[in-house]
Antibody, heavy 121, light 112 residues
């Protein structure tokens, strides 16, 4: 069974740095892109970016380029999302997702349980 | 901001049929990219409901069906049940935004 297990909830102050994680199991981690999706309180889903664990190739949504860093460590089947200077507007639930690509179809077939990030002074 | 537009809410009585639209453009759905639908029950992570326009993953009831035409897609729920009350999001790929995986604005389904 494919599973994506994310790290626990975080409470941080503005300006602090943070790195959250997503560990994959039940499949060959290197072979699928892993992405991150943001959901702000009471709002919809926003795709942030993806990483290919095999070679750490990354792609970002224009809305998040330069705001976050996505990475992966294939040796421990784990992907990461990090910030160098958090803002209150980063308060949200963050989901990791596994991307499946079939011809012209790109979809997220497995989701992590979510990591709630709260940024408050 | 979302490039796929959905109605904010739809509602129906138990047993009824409801439909949710997802309107895109020539750079996403109209370009031939497939559409997915995700269901997000209250307080939980989203779950894949429909992929490739009209395919259901194992375990998804056949009350849920999808379709696509031109620059739009639709999700239909027949025989509406109380447990279907959730938020639903469509998703596709957009070639105009440096290759982005775009979501719809989301629709809240209420079972009356």
């Amino acid at each position: 069974e494919v599973q994506l297990v994310q790290s626990g909830a975080e409470v941080k102050k503005p300006g602090e740095s943070l790195k959250i994680s997503c560990k994959g199991s039940g499949y060959i981690f290197n072979t699928n892109w892993i992405g991150w999706v943001r959901q702000m309180p009471g709002k919809g889903l926003e795709w942030m970016g993806i990483v290919y664990p095999h070679d750490s190739n990354t792609r970002y949504s224009p809305s998040f380029q330069g705001q976050v860093t996505i990475s992966a460590d294939k040796s421990i089947s784990t992907a990461y999302l990090q910030w160098s200077g958090l803002k209150a507007s980063d308060t949200a639930m963050y989901y990791c997702v596994r991307l499946n690509i079939v011809a012209t179809n790109y979809y997220f077939d497995n989701w992590g349980q979510g990591t709630l990030v709260t940024v408050s002074s | 901001q979302s490039v796929l537009t959905q109605p904010p809410s739809v509602s129906g009585a138990p047993g009824q049929r409801v439909s949710i639209s997802c309107t895109g453009s020539s750079s996403n759905i109209g370009a031939g990219y497939d559409v997915q639908w995700y269901q997000q029950l209250p307080g939980t992570a989203p779950k894949l409901l429909i992929y490739g326009n009209n395919n259901r993953p194992s375990g998804v009831p056949d009350r849920f069906s999808g379709s696509k035409s031109g620059t739009s897609a639709s999700l239909a729920i027949t025989g509406l049940q109380a447990e279907d009350e959730a938020d639903y999001y469509c998703q596709s790929y957009d070639s105009s935004l440096s290759g982005s995986y775009v979501f719809g604005t989301g629709t809240k389904v209420t079972v009356l």
